[in-house]
């Protein structure tokens, strides 16, 4: 998968493997999530005090589902111009993000991690491992996913600082390891190699 | 926090920004707390604070690197209404973001 910004800032991105692409338009909906797991990742707790959390709940959370609403309006719109690549190695989809989308898209991958995170139950420990360890399709699913659409918002972060950037998420697809060379830069060290809290 | 892109500068010293003029007309102050969860890239988290506070690149990653280490970082201290602005953007990018009455 290959990403490149423009000189509009807009960012092409070509090469999609097509389970990334399944799995890039569901944020929308793991934006929309009722799961209340889900949603106390993307509301979450603002004040200690009681009194004044309700508060903040009643004045503030409708504005904050609001943007989030908004927000999987923007990505769900310009994921309907996801198109095949009838000229790709295999079954790839390409993808434009316009400029002006671009902080629309990174925190709607944000949230859609989040909401990923919250709903699947995974633990911190199991964050570590790799996908097909957790013994349980749903969770290692989750964990996959949550994976690749980090590894997408940091593609698309890198890319606004270099202009090009070849991504593997891809090549993760068929790694065991799934430590791989995530951070794009072509040094295979990934991001496991590094401390996390 | 997730690790992805490493420092690219070395981190300055810097200092929690207070809005004093605002604090002596609307009382005490409040700090805006940013927690440490294990899936938000640090890269993003530093982008954020650049773009939320318009903090510089060092100052935000310090700020990052709080989070990551200790699991908490007061990110700004000042007048109530504005910090619950910027707890709305943050959490609009979806970082985990609380307020809490700066200690006296």
Known sequence: ?197 | MKTLLRPRTTVAATETETDTATLTRVGRPWNVVVHDDPVTLMEYVTKVFMEVFAYPHAKAQELMLEVHQTGRSVVWTGARERAEGHVQKLQGRHLIATLEPSPE
């Open chain 1, 1 to 197: 998968m290959r990403l490149v910004m423009d000189e509009n800032g807009d960012v092409h991105v070509t090469g999609m493997p097509l389970l990334f692409a399944d799995t890039l338009g569901r944020v929308p909906a793991l934006l929309e999530s009722e799961d209340p797991r889900a949603r106390e990742r993307l509301a979450p707790r603002t004040f200690e005090d009681d009194e004044e959390e309700a508060q903040w709940r009643r004045l503030s959370t409708p504005d904050l589902l609001h943007l989030i609403a908004s927000r999987a309006e923007t990505v769900r719109s310009d994921l309907a111009a996801l198109r095949w690549e009838p000229d790709g190695p295999g079954d790839t989809f390409a993808l434009t993000i316009p400029a002006a989308h671009r902080p629309a898209f990174e925190a709607a991958l944000n949230g859609a991690v989040q909401s990923l995170y919250g709903s699947s139950g995974l633990s911190q420990e199991e964050l570590q491992r790799n996908p097909g360890e957790l013994g349980d399709l749903d969770r290692d699913i989750a964990l996959l996913r949550i994976r690749w659409l980090t590894a997408f918002l940091g593609d698309l972060l890198m890319v606004q600082e270099r202009g090009m950037l070849d991504d593997t998420i891809d090549e993760m697809e068929g790694d065991d390891t799934d430590d791989g060379d995530i951070d794009g830069d072509g040094d295979g060290d990934g991001d496991d190699d590094e401390p996390r809290a």
